[in-house]
């Protein structure tokens, strides 16, 4: 069994930066960040493939978020930058990926998930 925690979400202002953290308790392959406002379906953000520096990112953040790694920690981070109001959702970290990367079906293991508010 993997477990997964997110931290580091909270409000910012429209422009702010927020960093979240994914701490995993055994290494992975693929560790990916959703996102999901209620009424919606779980959006993929950012994905690594651990150990091989190779990252993918959702056309809707390209340009303003960072997914990155610290292989020594099990831990996973995704930075964020010039939020706007429509990043506004809970944030999720995933692991153990089969099948398509952007689809959250794909994922086995998902973290409880941190609250991202973008205030205008």
């Known amino acids: 069994q993997v477990q997964l925690a997110e931290s580091g979400g909270g409000s910012v202002q429209a422009g702010g930066s927020l960093r979240l953290s994914c701490e995993y308790t055994r290494s992975r392959n693929f560790v990916g960040w959703f996102r999901q406002v209620p009424g919606k379906e779980r959006e993929g953000v950012a994905v690594?493939?651990?150990?091989?520096?190779?990252?993918y990112y959702a056309d809707s953040v390209k340009g303003r978020v960072t997914i990155s790694e610290d292989s020594a920690k099990n831990m996973v981070y995704l930075q964020m930058n010039s939020l706007k109001p429509e990043d506004t959702a809970i944030y999720y970290c995933?692991?153990?990926?089969?099948?398509?990367?952007?689809?959250?079906?794909?994922?086995?293991?998902w973290g409880q998930g941190t609250q991202v508010t973008v205030s205008s």
């Open positions: 690594i493939f651990t150990g091989r520096d190779s990252k």
């Open positions: 995933a692991a153990d990926l089969a099948g398509n990367m952007w689809d959250a079906d794909a994922w086995q293991y």
